[in-house]
């Protein structure tokens, strides 16, 4: 899994590929060639198919896969290759069927099972996301790293979704700028990694701007994902995240803009694209503000003219069309 190192996404794909070459080079290229491993159809009468999209940090490397159904088998030959990453498997799939060290373990979506990279292993899925780290930085943090390998971790678990949810954001804000930015994510995966596979006391009390880290990515995914809705809250969004209104302003504001700054800026960017596309050309300049989450349109004026510079109206360029 070389990747770029500063997290930007590389995508895989057969769609392109001629039917007839799609499992042989997915098998070559990809999986003995990227991430070492052996690519084996389950029978179905369908073409085969899949796709992945991996990103990596010095310290993180991950991979979101999806496709047919397929065994993913990390053979003895490949085990050779030397790596003893830590590998975190994450079902993404009503069913994944993982096999390591003589045991068989499934998987429900969204849990979660580590295994030791330098062993033979067995991953049997259609949906996954799978997560590889050093294993220096895991022992370092973990009580018992050896034994938590083929323990199952519910998806229930706390860490387990932090982790998930703030590597989901990282794909969507992908591009991390600078040498520090970097080393202080992969620092916070390795530490959120800890707290779902047993972490110690000590990286315990650590791990708490890891743990901070996680719950901002996911309450800005869901403010991102939620913006338009005239009812949002923090009191809400808090509420979703399982912490108190009071500890996600903090959190908000320390990433350098508050709830209602943030969501007013969502909102005025969706209404000025809007306002520029010809398809909502006819569509009242209210019914806009309305779409983009203001229930106040007067209010809705004074910001757009605050922020951009000019009255809706005069962005659109058509003149007053109707408020």
Not at 78 to 100: E, H, T, W
Request: charged residues 25%; positive net charge.
């Amino acid at each position: 899994m070389r990747a770029a190192c500063d997290f930007n996404p590389v995508r895989f794909s057969t769609w392109d590929l001629p039917e007839r070459e799609r499992l042989s080079r997915w098998r070559e290229e990809f999986g003995r060639g990227i991430v070492s491993v052996d690519v084996e159809p389950v029978a179905s009468d369908r073409p085969f198919y899949a796709e992945a999209t991996l990103q990596a940090l010095p310290g993180v490397r991950t991979a979101l896969c999806a496709g047919s159904l397929a065994r993913l088998n990390r053979t003895r030959a490949l085990v050779a290759d030397g790596d003893d990453s830590v590998g975190l498997v994450v079902s993404l799939s009503a069913k994944a069927n993982i096999f390591q060290r003589g045991a068989n373990v499934t998987l429900d979506a969204g849990d979660a099972i580590p295994l030791s990279n330098d062993d033979v292993g067995i991953v049997t899925s259609t949906r996954h996301l799978g997560i590889l780290l050093p294993r220096g930085p895991l022992a370092g943090r973990v009580s018992n790293l050896d034994g938590a390998f083929m323990r199952l971790i519910p998806r229930s678990t706390g860490p387990l979704r932090l982790l998930v949810g703030y590597l989901d954001l990282l794909r969507k804000e992908s591009t991390l700028a600078t040498d520090e930015l970097r080393r202080r994510v992969a620092d916070h995966v390795h530490d959120l990694a800890a707290l779902a596979l047993g972490a110690s006391r000590d990286t315990q009390q650590n791990a708490l701007s890891a743990v901070a880290a996680a719950r901002l990515a996911a309450a800005l995914a869901h403010i991102a994902e939620s913006f338009f809705e005239p009812g949002l809250t923090v009191e809400a969004v808090a509420r979703r995240q399982g912490v108190s209104r009071r500890y996600l302003q903090r959190l908000l504001e320390e990433s350098g803009m508050s709830f209602t700054a943030r969501v007013n800026e969502l909102r005025l960017q969706k209404a000025f694209a809007m306002l520029m596309n010809e398809q909502h050309g006819k569509q009242r300049i209210s019914d806009i503000a309305m779409e983009a989450g203001f229930s106040d349109i007067s209010h809705f004026n004074r910001l757009f003219r605050a922020r951009f510079g000019d009255t809706p109206s005069g962005v659109r360029g058509g003149g007053d069309a109707g408020q």
